[in-house]
Nanobody
Framework: QVQLVESGGGLVQAGGSLRLSCAASGRTFSSYAMGWFRQAPGKEREFVAHITRSGDRRVYADSVKGRFTISRDNAKNTVYLQMNSLKPDDTAVYSC???????????????????????WGQGTQVTVSS
């Protein structure tokens, strides 16, 4: 069973940058497509970004498009979320999630549904001050 551990969160001023990492244990990381989600206090967990198993496709929530970049290094069993031009509204706990061998139909919309993912990390706090 793959386990996910996030790191890289912290406190940053508006306009700043952070890079989150999600390290996976085990030797089957490339079997999993990966997503990043976030949850702000009092709000539902929301989709941020997704990357396919090989990294050939990436999708983003409209709220982060052009500012965040998801990437992965299968040799290092790690997925990243580079966050630039951060805003106070980006303040949340960020979690990575994994789904094993998703079918092509997954990319019709299921990638943005938190219930489509089977593995989750514990999350890392990102706080953006104004």
């Amino acid at each position: 069973q793959v386990q996910l551990v996030e790191s890289g969160g912290g406190l940053v001023q508006a306009g700043g940058s952070l890079r989150l990492s999600c390290a996976a244990s085990g030797r089957t990381f490339s079997s999993y497509a990966m997503g990043w989600f976030r949850q702000a206090p009092g709000k539902e967990r929301e989709f941020v970004a997704h990357i396919t198993r090989s990294g050939d496709r990436r999708v983003y929530a409209d709220s982060v498009k052009g500012r965040f970049t998801i990437s992965r290094d299968n040799a290092k069993n790690t997925v990243y979320l580079q966050m630039n031009s951060l805003k106070p509204d980006d303040t949340a706990v960020y979690s990575c999630a994994a789904v094993r061998y998703p079918p092509e139909s997954f990319y019709s919309g299921a990638y943005s549904n938190k219930n489509s993912y089977v593995l989750w990390g514990q999350g890392t706090q990102v706080t953006v001050s104004s």
